[in-house]
């Protein structure tokens, strides 16, 4: 009879450490796509930062060198920035549902 007892609390145990293990990476995920959205936003206020940028230059200022321009090359280089954090939360995220089949 305690046979069939601890076969029971060791199976309850080990489904609450699996229960804790998916409520962990859903919590991670759930940020991951909150952070992924964040700068997704922040991208296009970037890409329309620049185009106001380049709009001006070009067309109110009339300067043809808008390409050297330090605002502008300081907004495309922020973009990048964001782009590449953009892929890095992105692997993240895909990382962790890959974890998850590895350990099986």
């Known amino acids: 009879m305690t046979n069939i007892w601890d076969d029971l609390v060791k199976w309850i145990d080990d489904a609450s ?22 700068l997704r936003r922040k991208l296009r206020d970037g890409y329309t930062e620049l185009g106001k ?13 808008w390409k050297n321009l330090k605002t502008i090359k300081s907004t495309a280089q922020r973009i990048k920035t964001i782009q590449r954090n953009i892929s890095k939360k992105t692997a993240e995220y895909t990382k962790i549902g890959k974890k998850k089949n590895l350990q099986k």
């Open 17 to 38: 450490k699996v229960v804790g293990k998916e409520a962990g990476d859903l919590t991670q995920k759930g940020t991951l796509k909150m952070e992924i959205f964040d």
């Open 53 to 65: 940028q380049i709009y001006d230059a070009v067309y109110t200022k009339k300067k043809e060198d």
